[in-house]
């Protein structure tokens, strides 16, 4: 089975300061880790996925992930945020062995952006 | 555009009718899959077919939810005898295979009255 864990609920930060959303995991085999984004009455964009290959992962929007296996962790980083980046953010999980390719979802985090 | 597309995207519906959404996947897109989202929480699986067979239901599609994909290509979601509980932002992806990211519509929003 596999899970993740959203650390923060809500993220507040200054528009040119750096963002930090931070997710745990866990995985009984090798994970696929995402991170997703959602703006208000969208759908669910796709940030970056890890699939085993560099653990240091850059994604669109200047966003990038690193994946620490000894810490079972999945950090979302980005140096400067805009006001845009305001939204909810979701760590997302498949098992590599789960041939259906099933997203199990974090509860997300709020990330609002003051001026 | 060439992105998943979801119909209606909103519905507001009596208690105890009937509803059905459409999701249309990207085109070579043999995966769809079907999550459910409440307020403040992330998705949840609900459903997943690959071409045209159905091969899971999650334990939170009861028996009043019915997906069918019959040519697999668009796919419907029907909801019979419709609960205040059923509430929610109804959201389709649709992958080219596994390991593959999910690409999401924008959701169809039930309001239950």
């Known amino acids: 089975a596999q899970s993740v864990t959203q650390l923060d609920s809500h993220v507040s930060v200054s528009e040119g300061t750096p963002v930090l959303l931070r997710c745990n995991y866990s995985?009984?085999?090798?994970?696929?880790l995402f991170w997703y984004v959602q703006h208000p009455n969208k759908g669910l964009q796709l940030l970056l996925k890890y699939t085993s290959a560099a653990t240091l992962v850059k994604g669109i929007n200047g966003f990038e992930a690193e994946f620490k296996k000894s810490e079972t962790s999945f950090h979302l980083t980005k140096p400067s945020a805009h006001m845009s980046d305001a939204a909810e953010y979701f760590c997302v999980v498949s098992a590599t062995t789960d041939s259906w390719g099933k997203l199990q979802f974090g509860a997300g985090t709020q990330v609002v952006v003051t001026p | 555009d060439t992105g998943v597309s979801q119909n209606p995207r909103h519905k507001i519906t009596k208690r105890g009718q009937n509803v059905t959404f459409r999701c249309d996947p990207i085109s070579e897109h043999n995966r769809l899959y079907w999550y459910r989202q409440t307020l403040g929480q992330g998705p949840e699986f609900l459903t997943y077919?690959?071409?045209?067979?159905?091969?899971?239901k999650s334990r939170l599609l009861s028996d009043r939810f019915s997906a069918e994909r019959p040519k697999g290509s668009f796919s419907t979601l029907e909801i019979q005898r419709t609960e205040q509980g059923d509430s929610a932002m109804y959201l389709c992806a649709s992958s080219s295979g596994s390991g593959q990211p999910q690409h999401f519509g924008d959701g169809t929003r039930l309001s239950i009255l």
């Open positions: 995985s009984s085999y090798s994970p696929s």
């Open positions: 077919f690959q071409n045209e067979a159905q091969l899971e």
